[in-house]
């Protein structure tokens, strides 16, 4: 069966333009998650959505970013008036329903943003 | 909340020869363990997991894994590295009822010499 798959997997864009970056994830994953990787550092949470349930915004970094959810399907992460510091790669999870127990956390291969 | 902290951003290693990375947590209430791996230009794959089971977790391509309470740590090894080794792996902490979120150390980098 296919994986995460991300598009597109590379994104040059202009500062103050906006971004959007999609996600789909493993079909029949209720849980899907957002995570950002800079140069050099680990891997950032940003965003967790579960089922039906409201989304863990904990993560994100300001009111630029956003992320929305269709369904149990695609997300589609959107980042306006882009900044330098928003270049970094972003990997989208997948899981299986995470009620009472952890589940693995299947990647996706990115997205690399950079922001000129 | 809970941390994790990778001791050393680069490894090197001779083939052949035991590997271990470092990796200590912080958390509040009982963690759940988890060890990627990140081949160049691929996503992040598991390696293995602690969820309170074994505190010894096998996991694939030869890793394993210790959990040690007293010492917070959960290092990594491998007894023979080998080239196909080399690649970035990252330790990682959740909690239940944290929604299951991954919290990621920084990273090492292994390099695997001739």
Same mark, same amino acid.
């Given at each position: 069966g296919a994986g995460v798959s991300q598009s597109p997997s590379n994104k040059v864009t202009e500062k103050g333009k906006d971004v959007e970056l999609r996600c789909d994830p493993i079909s029949g994953h209720t849980a899907l998650y957002w995570y950002r990787q800079r140069l050099g550092q680990g891997l950032e949470f940003l965003i967790y959505f579960q $089922?039906?349930?409201?989304? /863990?915004? #904990? $993560?994100?970094? #300001? /009111?630029?970013f956003s992320a929305e959810r269709t369904g149990e399907s695609v997300s589609t992460l959107t980042i306006q008036r882009? +900044? +330098?510091? /928003? #270049?970094a790669v972003y990997l989208c999870a997948s899981s299986v329903e995470t009620s009472g127990a952890i589940h693995e956390q299947f990647f996706g291969p990115g997205t690399r943003l950079t922001v000129l | 909340a809970q941390s994790v902290t990778q001791l050393g951003s680069h490894v090197s290693v001779s083939e052949g020869a035991l590997v271990l990375l470092r990796c200590n947590y912080s958390s509040s209430v009982p963690p759940y363990l988890f060890w990627y791996v990140q081949y160049p230009n691929q996503g992040l794959q598991l390696l293995l997991k602690y969820?309170?089971?074994?505190?010894l977790v096998k996991g694939i391509n030869g890793f394993e894994a210790e959990f040690k309470k007293s010492e917070t740590s959960f290092h990594l090894t491998k007894p023979s590295a080998h080239m196909s080794d080399a690649a970035e792996y990252f330790c990682a902490v959740s909690i239940t009822g944290g929604g299951n979120k991954l919290t990621f150390g920084t990273g090492t980098q292994l390099k695997v010499e001739l």
């Amino acid at each position: 069966g296919a994986g995460v798959s991300q598009s597109p997997s590379n994104k040059v864009t202009e500062k103050g333009k906006d971004v959007e970056l999609r996600c789909d994830p493993i079909s029949g994953h209720t849980a899907l998650y957002w995570y950002r990787q800079r140069l050099g550092q680990g891997l950032e949470f940003l965003i967790y959505f579960q $089922g039906n349930s409201a989304p /863990d915004k #904990s $993560g994100l970094p #300001s /009111d630029r970013f956003s992320a929305e959810r269709t369904g149990e399907s695609v997300s589609t992460l959107t980042i306006q008036r882009t +900044q +330098q510091e /928003d #270049s970094a790669v972003y990997l989208c999870a997948s899981s299986v329903e995470t009620s009472g127990a952890i589940h693995e956390q299947f990647f996706g291969p990115g997205t690399r943003l950079t922001v000129l | 909340a809970q941390s994790v902290t990778q001791l050393g951003s680069h490894v090197s290693v001779s083939e052949g020869a035991l590997v271990l990375l470092r990796c200590n947590y912080s958390s509040s209430v009982p963690p759940y363990l988890f060890w990627y791996v990140q081949y160049p230009n691929q996503g992040l794959q598991l390696l293995l997991k602690y969820t309170s089971a074994a505190t010894l977790v096998k996991g694939i391509n030869g890793f394993e894994a210790e959990f040690k309470k007293s010492e917070t740590s959960f290092h990594l090894t491998k007894p023979s590295a080998h080239m196909s080794d080399a690649a970035e792996y990252f330790c990682a902490v959740s909690i239940t009822g944290g929604g299951n979120k991954l919290t990621f150390g920084t990273g090492t980098q292994l390099k695997v010499e001739l």
